[in-house]
């Protein structure tokens, strides 16, 4: 008597990944059809100064184009009030002429990015003296941007201010990358990398005398400004991560390489607005991931299967499936149920952002086997 083959039972070859990391605190960012961000991404044809290509490729262009709208001064510091905190505001003031430090180099492109569906998030890096900058005056941080760029899976510090990003052993970099070669090699391994137009010293400051201004650009360049990466942190507000309970909150600092400033109440701040993470997955987030979950129909074992899907895409608008070398079609919600093929089979899927530009993909290699039922007499 031949032995029946029925019914069937499906196991995992290999894949992921499975389960989404869980953090401290969710991450959020300002969606691109928020009003302003859809006047920005309009009013400056934003979408075409990205231009195509990888997600690198068009935040550099993003930070070219923001360093050309206005050269560094310090046109209204000390108002940055709701309005002129946005970068419609920013724009709008340098193209009457008015010029601007660090701080809205930063602002205007994080806003830029965000407009067009590119995670960005702002950052601030700090000297090792910034606690008390005996020496070093008010020269003590500055004020950068980073993108998520799926192309290199990994944030990419990017500085519209000096028009400017770093490479480490060829690599483009993060700001924590930078800090790391800092700490350990004072900085060899890293090369800063000036797109056109450059930085253009600004010709007066209502700081420092002409004199004391020279010397504070030839200092601030003296390391390629590699040195401000002693420490570094992120904003918690405007769009960007907000803890659990913790409304007053403000600042994500990095702590795992470097302890934490002794005084940083110096410039009047408040301990409480800081929070401190160790891990660097918790500081630079994993996003653009899909998760993938299967399991079998409930019962008797059989050919059924079941999809559970999950992500971390900002701007998220689907899933999509793909069963073998089929190509990728949408998914209705986070669940799918389809019939395996006999044998070893591949299903991918990957989310989608609200601009159609894919994530990571998740991967599952899968194999149908039939379980023998017991010979008859």
């Given at each position: 008597?031949?032995?029946?083959?029925?019914?069937?039972?499906?196991?995992?070859?290999?894949?992921?990944?499975?389960?989404?990391?869980?953090?401290p605190f969710p991450f959020?960012?300002?969606?691109?059809?928020?009003?302003?961000?859809?006047?920005?991404?309009?009013?400056?044809?934003?979408?075409?100064?990205?231009?195509?290509?990888?997600?690198?490729?068009?935040?550099?262009?993003?930070?070219?184009?923001?360093?050309?709208?206005?050269?560094?001064?310090?046109?209204?510091?000390?108002?940055?009030?709701?309005?002129?905190?946005?970068?419609?505001?920013?724009?709008?003031?340098?193209?009457?002429?008015?010029?601007?430090?660090?701080?809205?180099?930063?602002?205007?492109?994080?806003?830029?990015?965000?407009?067009?569906?590119?995670?960005?998030?702002?950052?601030?890096?700090?000297r090792k003296r910034a606690?008390?900058?005996?020496?070093?005056?008010?020269?003590?941080?500055?004020?950068?941007?980073?993108?998520?760029?799926?192309?290199?899976?990994?944030?990419?510090?990017?500085?519209?201010?000096?028009?400017?990003?770093?490479?480490?052993?060829?690599?483009?970099?993060?700001?924590?990358?930078?800090?790391?070669?800092?700490?350990?090699?004072?900085?060899?391994?890293?090369?800063?990398?000036?797109?056109?137009?450059?930085?253009?010293?600004?010709?007066?400051?209502?700081?420092?005398?002409?004199?004391?201004?020279?010397?504070?650009?030839?200092?601030?360049?003296?390391?390629?400004?590699?040195?401000?990466?002693?420490?570094?942190?992120?904003?918690?507000?405007?769009?960007?991560?907000?803890?659990?309970?913790?409304?007053?909150?403000?600042?994500?600092?990095?702590?795992?390489?470097?302890?934490?400033?002794?005084?940083?109440?110096?410039?009047?701040?408040?301990?409480?607005?800081?929070?401190?993470?160790?891990?660097?997955?918790?500081?630079?987030?994993?996003?653009?991931?899909?998760?993938?979950?299967?399991?079998?129909?409930?019962?008797?074992?059989?050919?059924?299967?079941?999809?559970?899907?999950?992500?971390?895409?900002?701007?998220?608008?689907?899933?999509?499936f793909s069963l073998g070398?089929?190509?990728?079609?949408?998914?209705?919600?986070?669940?799918?149920?389809?019939?395996?093929?006999?044998?070893?089979?591949?299903?991918?899927?990957?989310?989608?952002?609200?601009?159609?530009?894919?994530?990571?993909?998740?991967?599952?290699?899968?194999?149908?086997?039939?379980?023998?039922?017991?010979?008859?007499?």
């Amino acid at each position: 008597m031949k032995t029946r083959l029925i019914p069937k039972r499906i196991e995992i070859l290999s894949g992921g990944p499975f389960t989404k990391t869980v953090f401290p605190f969710p991450f959020r960012f300002r969606s691109p059809s928020d009003r302003a961000a859809l006047t920005l991404r309009k009013r400056y044809r934003l979408i075409e100064v990205a231009g195509e290509g990888t997600d690198f490729d068009r935040a550099r262009r993003l930070k070219s184009w923001v360093r050309r709208q206005w050269n560094h001064g310090y046109e209204g510091e000390g108002e940055q009030d709701s309005k002129s905190q946005d970068a419609l505001d920013i724009l709008d003031r340098a193209r009457r002429g008015s010029e601007f430090s660090c701080w809205y180099f930063r602002r205007t492109l994080v806003q830029a990015c965000l407009a067009i569906g590119l995670p960005a998030r702002e950052l601030g890096v700090c000297r090792k003296r910034a606690d008390f900058p005996d020496g070093i005056g008010l020269n003590t941080s500055h004020a950068v941007s980073e993108v998520y760029c799926r192309d290199l899976r990994k944030w990419v510090m990017m500085d519209a201010d000096a028009n400017a990003f770093y490479t480490v052993k060829g690599v483009p970099a993060s700001a924590l990358d930078v800090h790391s070669a800092w700490l350990r090699e004072r900085g060899r391994t890293v090369r800063q990398v000036l797109d056109k137009p450059l930085f253009v010293y600004p010709s007066h400051s209502p700081f420092w005398d002409d004199k004391t201004m020279r010397g504070v650009w030839r200092d601030f360049t003296r390391h390629r400004t590699v040195d401000y990466y002693d420490h570094v942190f992120t904003h918690l507000l405007n769009g960007f991560p907000e803890p659990h309970g913790k409304i007053g909150q403000k600042f994500l600092w990095y702590v795992g390489k470097r302890p934490p400033l002794l005084c940083m109440n110096y410039h009047g701040n408040d301990l409480d607005r800081f929070l401190f993470v160790e891990e660097e997955s918790h500081f630079n987030w994993p996003l653009q991931q899909t998760f993938l979950i299967a399991a079998m129909k409930p019962g008797t074992p059989s050919d059924q299967v079941e999809l559970r899907f999950d992500h971390t895409m900002p701007f998220f608008d689907r899933f999509e499936f793909s069963l073998g070398r089929q190509p990728f079609c949408r998914v209705r919600g986070d669940r799918l149920r389809f019939t395996c093929p006999a044998g070893r089979t591949r299903v991918r899927a990957r989310c989608v952002d609200c601009f159609g530009r894919p994530g990571h993909e998740a991967v599952l290699n899968l194999e149908l086997k039939p379980l023998p039922s017991h010979r008859k007499a």
